[in-house]
């Protein structure tokens, strides 16, 4: 494969994100072979450190300084992408709230292939780039094959990749900003607003009783309530029990909510996305209540149907809201 | 205000266990209960509420098969005032892009302001709003959890980035933006007003209304394919908790008490 493959660096206040040890082992998925080079745009000191830190993953840096983007505008970006890459070119980028604003768009512009959210790739057989991707809330796999004969752009989930720690790439770092050029968006940034903390912080509980769209009924909180009491614990979310408005968005688990490290994760009614165990760190033990045996959160363990009735007061509760045909499961 | 919300017809997330057919081609649809992609009726009752605000038409949109109708009748049961049916053999397999081309082509024989998505449907790639935008060359906004109207050329909007903050940004019209899920409360609809719009008609426009050519349409155009379906191994390092009922919720509770989830 003669195509160049490039990946996008995200960074935060002067640190690489954590996909960039991961989106290296994605490119070499593609092409063990290929030279591959890491973009990273900002401005200022902060960009030079990432750059730094890339460069020890990444044997080639190409680095755009410029004014406009102390903050991320993905409108920018592209305009500046567009004049920086080969015809032709794979380019990575995490499938996060910035990819997916800058990579639909950036595909078209670039007149090369998308595939969203990929989880693994199998590898390139002629023009065909094969990749692994999930539906229906992973439920299912699909194996999807893209052509990448003009170029494409492919959109990698965090934290399925393995990091590669090895830092011993010693890159060089180039400045392309002049190639890169300027770029007027008509989409202007203007703040983050951070989240609020709220009354309680899950982020500090040992015990998380957490619901989902599967309790059915708003009524059914003061349940779990009551379950998250006996046990010591607090009620977290997942986020259709906040788009619902039966809990403040301060309880919400999950990469557009909050990340918590809990010691027991029992969740109820919760099918587990990506989105949602991506906020659950620590590696804890993990009870799922879910009436749908193949919810991809039993992929954390298996799944054992029909719990009826608990001895303890407190699961007389889960077995009670849930479902009678629920299944329950641990991960180690 | 102009506005169009592209929606589609998907299986039901909560309705539905997602089988696999026997050779892994499909997902089993004969029993499948389908409705409207849940992101989409929060972008149609964001856009009823600028109508009813500031003036304007909704009109929505689907790329789909007769059934697809449906969706676009629910639609207008919550308050749109015209559907438009995308359909056309032709348009069997199309890919991601394919799509988004069949929509750019309805857009530019209307005359939209603002052009809403859904944050992602069924096959969770999040793509066709920025697909669309940059096809149309407008501005676009994924994920937008709120959305002010500044003035006749400018919106003020939220996008929901991680760690549940949110990025403000403001855009100039005609915009596309993607909606996420939570920036409203949609409406319920009623059969009641299922059927007050159940003999309106709908337009259909097929590939050679809207001056599409095979190459640009269906499976031989489409870049990316999927090859088939199949389910992932289960994960390892799990303990199944096995014999009736009280058994198992007594060494439930005894590993709830080992781990300190009950104190």
Redesign the interface.
């Known amino acids: 494969m003669s195509q160049q493959i490039f990946v996008y660096i995200e960074h935060h206040g002067g640190v690489a994100d954590d996909s960039t040890l991961e989106m290296i082992s994605a490119a070499k998925k593609i092409d063990p072979q290929a030279k591959i080079t890491a973009l990273v745009f900002g401005s200022g000191s902060e960009l030079d450190q990432v750059c730094q830190s890339a460069a020890a993953t990444y044997p080639e840096v190409w680095k755009v300084d410029s004014a406009d983007l102390s903050y991320p505008n993905?409108?920018i970006i592209?305009g500046m992408l567009c004049n920086l890459l080969p015809q032709g070119s794979l380019c990575l980028v995490p499938h996060?709230?910035?990819g997916?604003?800058?990579?639909?768009?950036?595909?078209?512009?670039l007149d090369a292939?998308?595939?969203?959210?990929v989880v693994d790739i199998e590898g390139v057989e002629g023009s065909t780039l094969?990749t692994v991707?999930?539906?229906?809330?992973g439920?299912?796999?699909?194996?999807?094959?893209?052509?990448i004969s003009s170029g494409a752009v492919i959109t990698v989930r965090p934290g399925t990749f393995q990091p590669d720690e090895s830092r011993s790439a010693g890159g060089q770092v180039t400045d392309k900003s002049s190639e890169a050029g300027q770029v007027q968006?008509?989409?202007?940034?203007?703040?983050?607003?951070?989240?609020e903390i709220g009354e309680v912080d899950i982020t500090k509980e040992?015990?998380l009783v957490s619901i989902g769209?599967g309790i059915e009924d708003e009524e059914n909180l003061e349940i779990a309530q009551e379950l998250a009491e006996?046990?010591?614990?607090v009620v977290s979310c997942s986020?259709?029990v906040?788009?619902?408005?039966w809990m403040e968005?301060?309880r919400?688990v999950g990469?557009?909510?909050?990340?918590v490290k809990p010691?027991?994760y029992?969740a109820m009614g919760i099918?587990g996305s990506f989105q949602h165990m991506g906020g659950v760190k620590g590696n804890p033990?993990i009870?799922a209540v879910n009436k749908?045996?193949?919810a991809p959160i039993?992929?954390?363990?298996?799944?054992?149907r029909?719990?009826?009735?608990?001895?303890?007061r407190?699961?007389a509760y889960c077995?009670g809201v849930i479902h009678p045909r629920s299944c329950?499961?641990?991960?180690? | 205000m102009n506005i169009l919300v592209c929606v589609k017809r998907v299986p039901d997330p909560a309705e539905n266990e997602i089988e696999i057919n026997r050779d892994g081609s499909d997902i089993e649809r004969e029993d499948l209960v389908y409705s409207v992609n849940e992101w989409d009726n929060y972008a149609v009752e964001e856009a009823i509420q600028i109508r009813d605000k500031v003036g304007g038409k909704v009109t929505v949109v689907t790329v789909g098969d007769e059934d697809s109708e449906e969706v676009l009748r629910r639609e207008m049961a919550m308050g749109a005032d015209e559907g438009l049916l995308l359909t056309d053999d032709a348009f069997e397999g199309t890919d991601g892009r394919g799509i988004a081309a069949i929509l750019k082509a309805a857009v530019q024989k209307g005359d939209y302001d603002l052009i809403l998505t859904g944050a992602q449907a069924d096959g969770a790639a999040a793509q066709i709003g920025g697909m669309l935008a940059a096809m149309l060359d407008l501005p676009y906004a994924s994920l937008v959890n709120s959305l002010e109207i500044l003035d006749d050329k400018t919106l003020k909007v939220g996008r929901e980035i991680e760690g549940g903050n949110q990025e403000m940004n403001e855009i100039s019209l005609p915009c596309v933006l993607s909606i996420q899920s939570g920036i409203n409360e949609p409406r319920y609809v009623g059969i009641r007003g299922i059927r007050k719009v159940a003999s309106v008609e709908i337009p259909e426009l097929a590939a050679s209304d809207l001056g599409l050519s095979e190459d640009q349409v269906g499976a031989s155009a489409a870049k990316v394919q999927r090859a088939d379906y199949f389910l992932p191994e289960m994960g390892e390092g799990a303990e199944i908790l096995e014999g009736d009922a009280e058994e198992v919720a007594e060494k439930l509770v005894e590993m709830l008490k080992a781990k300190g989830g009950i104190k």
């Open positions: 993905a409108e592209r996060d709230t910035f997916m604003d800058l990579a639909p768009g950036l595909s078209i512009k292939s998308y595939v969203a959210d094969k991707r999930q539906e229906f809330g439920q299912v796999h699909a194996h999807v094959n893209c052509d968006a008509k989409r202007k940034f203007l703040e983050v607003v951070e989240a040992d015990v769209r006996a046990m010591g614990g986020r259709p906040v788009d619902a408005k968005k301060s919400q990469t557009s909510g909050k990340t010691k027991v029992l099918s033990f009870v749908n045996p193949k039993f992929q954390v363990g298996s799944a054992m029909r719990i009826s009735t608990f001895r303890e407190a699961w077995s329950i499961c641990r991960s180690t």
